[in-house]
């Protein structure tokens, strides 16, 4: 056991963020030690056991190649090439995220993936805990207590790392020492997880290198495929009605019988290929989704937190663990880099906050997008003129989507342009139902003027 060793380091969750950053550390030679309150899911499954999917993206991947795991990742992943869009009436449509298959995002099986890295840490020297959740941490005498095996066991720590989720017990204990500034924003929406199993031959039942969409205005269905060719299907709309709208909300839809007439109405090119749509309602809990904002991640030199600890977010963009994963190259760059932890983290913090909350406000405005502006006609021309002005003007104008997606420049940079291209694009479409009366002397003119080039390996 590492404990005041200062050349230790102690992980708090062998989650996504957890087990990475436990091995970039144990390769930059920490001694680590991780305390996860499950067990080990190489032994009992994963937990929950359902076939959950997450969207990898460059952030990610980029992460998971300096800690030698993307290779292993990849080979279980399937390629997601763009939306398909599918209306309420009409063929479904597939616009591409990006100009080629080079610009895709990768769904991923959560328990494959967090099994993948935590062999990972493992094989980089980290020792892992299982079955130890923790439970209280005396800072004055730099101790921390976990659960497990029905006793408290109790550590000494140099620092601890906060990857224990968004539910954090080391973010309780760090405010109960020292008020962080907590807030946490309710979308007032919630989720239901369903399944479209694999067809009868053993393939998938559609199209399974995209990520498909149900936009529905102000609520929506969405699809990823899994590499054991189902799908994991997500329904996401309003917890309560506000009595403005006839739109369905979890407590009109709260039986089972309730959800299939929703999806008869809604959804009815989904509902045949959801044969156990009744259980997986009934069986399934409602998700909630939030954003938590903290005015400070970390205590000196003591504890610092990141990943959904520090700044869970609505999961509209698929960054959530795109961006923990990001923290975590920041944070083990940040220790590598100053003498001491304190420095380390304030760095750490400093250098992530504005990025962590731009792409929060980033999510919440993809949510808008998805379940209502992905089919209506404005927003469609403004992304063809936005695929122009890429062309146009290379390294300069580049879609919102790719900024996010394909590219590493900070998440708070990508707010910024997006934000002087959204009014370009708004402007140079006012009035127009094509591309033809665009005034591309204008624009250009505009996107010169306001837009600095971005450097080749952003
Ligand atoms: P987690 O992965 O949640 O890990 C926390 C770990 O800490 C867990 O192992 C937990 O058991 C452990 N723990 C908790 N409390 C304690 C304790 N007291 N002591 C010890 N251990 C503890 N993000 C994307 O980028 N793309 C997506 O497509 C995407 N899809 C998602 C789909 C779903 C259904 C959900 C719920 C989230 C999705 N996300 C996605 C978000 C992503 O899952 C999170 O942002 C990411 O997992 C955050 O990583 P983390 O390590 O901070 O937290
Ligand atoms: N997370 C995702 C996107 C953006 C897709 C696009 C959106 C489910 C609980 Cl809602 C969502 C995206 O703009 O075309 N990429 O990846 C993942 C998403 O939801 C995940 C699966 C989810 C939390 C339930």
């Known amino acids: 056991m590492t404990g005041t060793d200062p050349r230790s380091l102690t992980i708090v969750g062998a989650g996504l963020a957890g087990a990475l950053l436990a091995t970039l550390l144990a390769q930059r030679g920490w001694r680590v030690d991780v305390f996860e309150r499950r067990g080990d899911p190489r032994l009992h499954g994963y937990a929950g056991g359902r076939s959950i999917n997450l969207a990898l993206a460059e952030r990610g991947l980029h992460a998971l190649r300096a800690a030698d795991a993307a290779d292993a990742v990849l080979k279980q992943a399937v390629m997601m090439r763009g939306r ?12 591409r995220y990006g100009r080629d298959d080079s610009e895709v995002i990768w769904s991923v099986a959560r328990g494959e993936l967090n099994i993948t890295l935590i062999d990972a840490a493992e094989a980089a020297g980290a020792t892992l805990h299982f079955d130890r ?10 101790t921390a207590s976990y659960r ?3 006793k408290l066991h109790t550590h000494p720590f140099n620092a601890l790392l906060g990857c224990d989720g968004a539910g954090s017990t080391l973010r309780a204990q760090m405010a109960a020492r020292r008020d962080l500034g907590e807030r946490t924003e309710w979308l007032g929406h919630g989720y239901k997880e369903l399944e479209i199993p694999p067809a009868r031959d053993g393939g998938f039942r559609i199209e399974p290198n995209a990520l498909h969409i149900w936009p529905r205005g102000r609520y929506m269905c969405i699809a990823l495929p899994n590499d054991e060719r189902n799908f994991t299907v997500t329904l996401f709309m309003a917890l309560h009605g506000d009595g403005s709208n006839d739109d369905p909300d979890f407590d009109s839809v709260a039986t089972a019988a309730d959800a299939r007439a929703l999806f008869e109405r809604d959804f009815a090119d989904a509902l045949p290929l959801i044969p156990e749509l009744e259980r997986d309602f009934e069986a399934n809990p409602i998700g909630s989704l939030a954003t938590l904002r903290l005015d400070r991640w970390h205590l000196g030199g003591d504890a610092v ?9 609505v999961p509209f963009h698929g960054q959530g663990m795109n961006c923990a994963f990001e923290d975590c ?8 880099s100053h003498a001491g932890l304190a420095e380390a983290f304030a760095a750490f913090e400093a250098a992530r906050k504005p990025d962590a909350s731009a792409i929060q406000d980033m999510a919440l405005e993809n949510y808008i997008e998805m379940r209502d502006l992905v089919d209506d006609p404005d927003f469609l021309l403004q992304q063809s003129l936005e695929r122009k002005l890429q062309e146009r003007h290379p390294g300069r104008f580049i879609p919102h989507y790719s900024m996010v997606t394909f590219m590493r420049i900070p998440y708070s940079v990508a707010l910024e342009r997006s ?6 694009l708004v402007a140079a479409t006012r009035g127009l139902d094509s591309l033809d ?22």
């Open 84 to 95: 398909m869009v599918h209306p309420l009436h009409g063929q479904p449509q597939l616009q």
């Open 133 to 142: 959740g923790l439970e209280s941490v005396d800072f004055d005498g730099r």
């Open 148 to 150: 497990g095996d029905r």
């Open 305 to 313: 937190l990141l990943g959904d600890a520090a700044h869970a977010m």
């Open 329 to 336: 190259v920041a944070l083990a760059d940040c220790i590598k």
């Open 419 to 424: 934000n002087v291209q959204r009014a370009i």
């Open 437 to 458: 009366g665009v005034d591309w002397a204008a624009v250009d003119a505009q996107v010169e003027r306001q837009l600095t080039p971005l450097a080749d390996d952003a």
